[in-house]
């Protein structure tokens, strides 16, 4: 089916647009109240992400309420551990915990390689949400990196330092490297069958990239996320590293098409270091949302004017907090919009 | 009294020294089974904290056990919001919780500026560990820097993102400006009173420096640091801004003696950008000390042959972990010692 709006699809190729094409990370989620009403009907938060339908109605309410120009496929990083074979719990304000973890040879024997199948719920839900989009705007599919993904599997539950899983680099790279190929391997699989289904464009998120010193993150992150880039070749791949400044230079070699941006990191330096060829998404900062409507028109235009026309897709440069208002979060789709079709 | 050992303030000062000084950040504490000794016959950190004897027995702990060049007086940064009239305790395996936070002018209203008296029992350890110590290495004392103490006053505990500290910042800047005053006049008072009692340099420790953006940086943060290094005219000052990668050029241009650079850091880029006259201290990644021996050592030599001799006092990137082994610690410390006294 074709595309009515296809501006972020254009943008991430490096096409002109008559706007700047825009989204928010986190835009399904706690800041509609249409989103509250469905989660509140259900036991947590895992539920809904295996819910097709209702993952699908999630997934399209920021489309209807706040007008952004994708939608993003309601699901959550760790399906992918939980396909391989460790599953986990979601406690409220307290983050996802995993019953076993990943520590030795045993363990990673047991690890299947995940596939389309053990994933359904979220195909379906693509499924779902392609239909009833209906060619309104793109579609965007996305996983975690490999090694946020193994801070989890190593870790088992959200951590400040993720001192277990970066040990295990330190004493056991040979172990990690074979967890991170299977990770990658289960990625693939997954955001393929995402492509398949119908996502038209595709989001590695790196959360823990800025734990990591350059050397390692180019060894044990960047070079899986390459490998994921290599193999999708049907759509554009967005790759957002949260806090690897150092790395920006080394993402900008791989073969994505689109570099997001973190609201810590200098554009026109970023630009500098990624270099001109690719898109980059991004980046103001979430906590410009709590200011006044005036301010956050005006953080937004400077945010536009930094990065110029071509070449981008707005965003914020990391989820928006859940007590953030929706009509900040629209000030800022709308003022992106208007802004950018009258430069 | 003379010190016996001062490599670590001449180092400060931007003087040649012999070898590289080398402490470590969270040296005193549970990498120590001496200090776990202590610990378990209390109710608590905060009763460690505020008995003046225990609290110098396990400052010079890690002197008489692992060789460091400098103790540095074992407290808490929040012991400031608790002279100020926050109380706060401190859950194991959870961190700090204050039962009332900062919302508005009357809270701000209510909070008093410390002084030496409120935080009478950090001097009194002070007075006891530098008689303890009898001159052998130099005693650090230390302080939050006020925006990190800010963070905890107004969201009343950790997180990861800070959300209701950094919203404060936009949506009430002016208040925002009086709570960072009064928590700098605050540790100025309180630096002073460590200093007369024989501290003999100061760190400020800015441990959420890296989640503003680098404008805000200067202005909410950087500002209020200047001012406490404007006013310690008497010992060197330190400042450790962790993950202030964008502001490392702007922190340069402070009157402070020493910049410590967490394991991110690149060495040469941060030379670069804050210039060759200040003293840099760090920054090995301590998740190193995690490997084998040999790893440590072969680590430890080329973060000193990165940074070169002078102008150097070595340290880790961050607090080492507290399931570190002890061993691993002292022999990151005996190869700096050793491995620069060749150079």
């Not at 997934?59 to 309420?65: A, S």
């Not at 951590?159 to 991170?180: C, Q």
């Not at 290599?230 to 230079?249: C, E, H, L, Q, W």
Request: hydrophobic share 40%; proline share 4%; net charge neutral.
């Amino acid at each position: 089916m074709e595309l009515k709006n296809d501006l972020l699809l254009r943008a991430a190729r490096g096409e002109k647009t008559e706007r700047t094409p825009v989204w928010v990370m986190r835009q399904a989620g706690r800041i509609l109240k249409e989103y509250l009403e469905i989660r509140s009907k259900l036991s947590g938060f895992i539920e809904l992400v295996q819910t097709p339908e209702l993952a699908a109605e999630v997934t399209i309410q920021p489309v209807d309420i706040l007008g952004v120009d994708a939608a993003i496929i309601f699901s959550d990083i760790l399906v992918i551990p939980e396909a391989m074979g460790l599953p986990y719990t979601m406690e409220e304000g307290k983050g996802p915990l995993f019953s076993n973890t990943v520590k030795n040879e045993a363990d990673l024997g047991k690890l299947k390689i995940a596939d389309e199948d053990s994933l359904g719920y979220v195909i379906e839900a693509i499924n779902v949400t392609k239909k009833e989009l209906n060619g309104r705007v793109p579609l965007i599919g996305f996983a975690g990196a490999p090694w946020t993904i193994f801070c989890y599997m190593v870790e088992g539950k959200g951590s400040k330092t993720f001192s277990h899983a970066r040990k295990m680099l330190y004493t056991n790279p040979v172990f990690s490297h074979k967890l991170l190929d299977k990770i990658t391997d289960s990625t693939i699989n997954y955001l393929k069958g995402q492509v398949a289904a119908g996502a038209n464009i595709v989001q590695v998120f790196d959360s823990w990239a800025g734990i990591l010193p350059a050397g390692q993150y180019d060894d044990f992150s960047l070079k899986y996320i390459s490998k994921i880039a290599n193999a999708i070749t049907d759509v554009p791949v967005i790759v957002f590293a949260k806090g690897a400044y150092a790395s920006r230079k080394s993402i900008g070699s791989i073969n994505c098409d689109v570099v997001g941006l973190d609201w810590n990191m200098d554009i026109k330096e970023s630009r500098s270091l990624i270099g001109p060829d690719k898109t980059l998404q991004g980046n103001m900062d979430p906590a410009t949302l709590y200011a006044d409507f005036g301010t956050v028109k005006s953080e937004t235009r400077k945010m536009i004017d930094q990065f110029g026309k071509a070449k981008h897709i707005a965003n914020l440069g990391h989820g928006v907090y859940p007590d953030m208002e929706a009509d900040k979060v629209k000030c800022f789709i709308d003022e992106v919009k208007e802004y950018s079709s009258r430069l």
